[in-house]
């Protein structure tokens, strides 16, 4: 079973915080890198910020030094702490290996509101 779900987001004022949790499935998961994508309105889904299995991180410029990436392994789990948000990081917010696992499957994301 293929399984991406994603949820913790919410509205926002700028300056707060939110955790996002996404529970993958093993097929997905175990022995990948997972990322976080973003997808604002009217612009493309980006890749915000990634882990591989042995804990290699990376961000995107935008983000970094506000949101912090972790896995957990055992619960198949990939999380997303997003610290200072800003307006400009409104989205629908996704999880999924990168590369993108071999089915083509998404989750339904979960949504990101910050208000200024």
């Known amino acids: 079973q293929v399984q991406l779900v994603e949820s913790g987001g919410g509205l926002v004022q700028a300056g707060g915080s939110l955790r996002l949790s996404c529970a993958a499935s093993?097929?997905?998961?175990?022995?990948?890198?997972m990322g976080w994508y973003r997808q604002a309105p009217g612009k493309q889904r980006e890749l915000v910020a990634q882990?591989?299995?042995?804990?290699?991180?990376y961000y995107a410029y935008s983000v970094k030094g506000r949101f912090t990436i972790s896995r957990d392994n055992a619960k198949n789990t990939v999380y997303l702490q997003m610290n200072s948000l800003k307006p400009e990081d409104t989205g629908v917010y996704f999880c999924?290996?990168?590369?993108?696992?071999?089915?083509?499957?998404w989750g339904q994301g979960t949504q990101v509101t910050v208000s200024s």
């Open positions: 093993g097929s997905i998961f175990s022995g990948n890198t």
């Open positions: 882990i591989t299995t042995g804990g290699t991180i």
């Open positions: 999924n290996s990168n590369p993108y696992n071999v089915w083509g499957y």
